[in-house]
Structures are given as C-alpha cells and as structure tokens.
C-alpha cells in the first residue's frame, strides 16, 4: 500500500532556529516527490523532488530526497513568524501519473 | 496567474440531498482534481482528470461522482451526501505531468 509518512506532527521554534521537517514514503515505482505550504487557506506549492532533481532549494527553504532511504526532508533556516504553517508532503507514484498521495502535515509555530 | 474558483465556499446540507460543488479554472490545464482534508488525515484524493471526458478514481472515490465535459469545470457530485462527507474540499489544476498543483480557495461542507 502506498503511504507517506510525515514527522513530527508538530514543531514549536522561535524566530531565527532552523528546522527540519521529515517525509519517508512507500510508493510502487517513485516519479516525484512534493512538499507544499498551507496557512489557513489552500496548499501552495514549494518544491518537485525526482530521480533527476534529488536537491532543490529556493531562499531560506531547500529540500532534499533520499531514493535510496525513501524520505526527504525540508528545511527552513532563519526562520520567521511567516513560516508558521502546516507543510505538506506528497508523493506520486510512476504507475500512475497525477495520482497523489499525501502525508498528514506537520505542523510548524514559529514564536517572535 | 493560475486561478481556480470553487464554489460555494461553505455549505451546510442535511443527508441525502443532492449537492453540487463547481471547480473552474482560467489556466486551460488539462489535469485537475478534487481532494478532501481531514485533520490527522491530510489531503485524500477522491477523483482527478486528464482531460476532457477523461476521469480516474483517487483514494476516497465512494460516494462522489465527477464529470469532465469542457477542460474548465470539473464539478463534484454528491449524490446522497453522509455525515461521513463534512470535510473541507479542495480542488486543484496542474499542466500535464508537471507534478506542480494549483489548489483552490476550498469549500467547506457540512453534512448533519
């Protein structure tokens, strides 16, 4: 069964900590990998992880993914009172392309 | 910018009556999808399309049905809606095997 597994289920950091957000999967025949944001609204889109993009990172956020272990991680360093969200990770398997499957969140406070 | 409208935004209904909610897009993508959230649970998919008269079954399909008839829409369908239904509803665009997904604002359902 294909699942996805996101750790901790919550985080509580104070403005400037870096954090770690953790996402180990089980899919039949990996495509990509992707971790999405959402405040309280509607998930947005950070980053896409494949076979030919294992590393990305964009300002204060990288990702990275581990095929061979079956996770990857998000970070987020100097973090800010605007990264307080819940941060999604999904994955979408290679039988089936646009068929997604994602993990419960975690749930990050950044405190001022 | 990609722009999907759901509507409506929140309803509440009682079970077995019939309800509708619409997913528009003004992006011209060939995918889109409709996923539930429940807390603990994360985003489940319950349908997604390809492309016009093109539909797959997610992981949560029982009791929804969709339609594709223009690239467009892509309306929800309950045709018998349970209490086990009372969830926030999501639905999404993404061009075609790009992974990436553009959620809209969610619908809010309530079923007593």
């Known amino acids: 069964e294909d699942k996805v597994v996101q750790s901790p289920l919550s985080l509580v950091v104070h403005e400037g900590d870096t954090v770690t957000l953790n996402c180990s999967y089980e899919v039949t025949n990996f495509r990509s990998l992707l971790w999405y944001k959402q405040e309280k609204k509607a998930p947005t889109f950070l980053f896409m992880l494949t076979s030919s993009g294992i590393e990305k990172k964009s300002g204060r956020l990288s990702s990275i993914l581990d095929k061979k272990e079956l996770f990857s991680i998000l970070n987020i360093t100097a973090t800010q009172t605007g990264d307080s969200a819940v941060y999604l990770c999904?994955?979408?398997?290679?039988?089936?392309?646009?068929?997604?499957?994602f993990g419960s969140g975690t749930k990050l406070n950044v405190k001022p | 910018e990609a722009q999907v409208t759901q509507n409506p935004r929140y309803l509440i209904t009682v079970t077995g009556k019939k309800l509708t909610v619409t997913c528009s897009q003004n992006?011209?993508?060939?995918?889109m999808s409709w996923y539930r959230q429940d807390p603990g649970l994360g985003l489940r998919q319950i349908y997604y399309?390809?492309?016009?008269?093109?539909?797959d079954k997610g992981d949560v399909p029982e009791g929804y049905k969709v339609s594709r008839k223009e690239k467009r829409n892509f309306p929800l369908i309950l045709e018998s809606p349970s209490p086990n239904q009372t969830s926030l509803y999501f639905c999404a665009i993404g061009a075609s095997g790009s992974g990436e997904q553009y959620f809209g604002p969610g619908t809010r359902l309530t079923v007593t």
């Open positions: 999904a994955v979408e398997p290679g039988y089936n392309f646009n068929k997604f499957y």
């Open positions: 399309s390809m492309n016009v008269e093109v539909t």
């Open positions: 992006m011209n993508h060939e995918y």
